[in-house]
Every structure is written in C-alpha cells, then in structure tokens.
C-alpha cells in the first residue's frame, strides 16, 4: 500500500504561481510512477501529468496533458519521496482539486483507472 499526501493549495490570483507537493509513505521514488490529476466543481477528473525515473520522455521522466504542458511542471525533489507540480500563469479554469496518484512501475498513463494509489486532494482556487 502507498499513501499519498498533497499540501501547497490554497487561493491565488490569476497570473501568480504556486507549487504543490506529493509525499509518498514509500520514502522513496524508485519503483514508482507519480500522477497529478485535477477536478473541478461538476467536472470528471483530468490528467495533468506524470512522473517516472524509469520513463524516459524528451530527456526527463515527465509527460503532461498537451494543454497544460506549457504552463505545468512536474519534477522530483531532492528529498527522494516527493514530486512537485508547479502552476505558472494560472488562470481561473486552473480552479479544482488537484490529486495526487501513483501506481508500480513505470507507467504513461491518462486515464484514473491505471492508478493504483490516490491521495485526498488539495484545493486550489484562482480568482480573476
């Protein structure tokens, strides 16, 4: 069983940036494949990116939605057991739960029912 805790939601303005974190209970990465998905109010959960040592995409683990992929940043912290997604620019329709997903191995994936593991979530709400 991996667990999963999000944390860096909050409320921002349009335009700012803001970086949310992914802890897994593994303490480590390796063997891992991390996902940031988002929800918003009335809508079915999205892809957003994903993150493996084990992938090798354009010279980094990383992969995104196509829309998102040049605002968002996924990457690994220095802590071993952490993932980041960094919002720049944000924009109102960035407003949603954002989640946190992990499943064994590598793995490119879209869809919510390849993932094994989820965290609760962390709201993040943009105002124009």
């Known amino acids: 069983q991996v667990q999963l805790v999000e944390s860096g939601g909050g409320y921002i303005q349009a335009g700012a940036s803001l970086t949310l974190s992914c802890t897994v209970s593994t303490h480590t990465l390796s063997g891992l494949t991390i996902s940031w998905f988002r929800q918003a109010p009335g809508q079915e959960r999205k892809f957003v990116a994903g993150?493996?040592?084990?992938?090798?995409?354009?010279?980094?683990?990383?992969y995104y939605e196509d829309s998102l992929k040049d605002r968002f940043t996924i990457s690994e912290s220095g802590s071993e057991d952490t993932v980041y997604l960094h919002l720049a620019s944000v924009r109102p329709e960035d407003t949603a739960v954002y989640y946190c997903a992990a499943a064994r191995g590598a793995r490119i994936a879209h869809m919510t029912d390849a993932w094994d593991f989820w965290g609760r979530g962390t709201q993040v709400t943009v105002s124009s």
């Open positions: 993150y493996s040592r084990n992938i090798n995409i354009n010279g980094d683990g990383a």
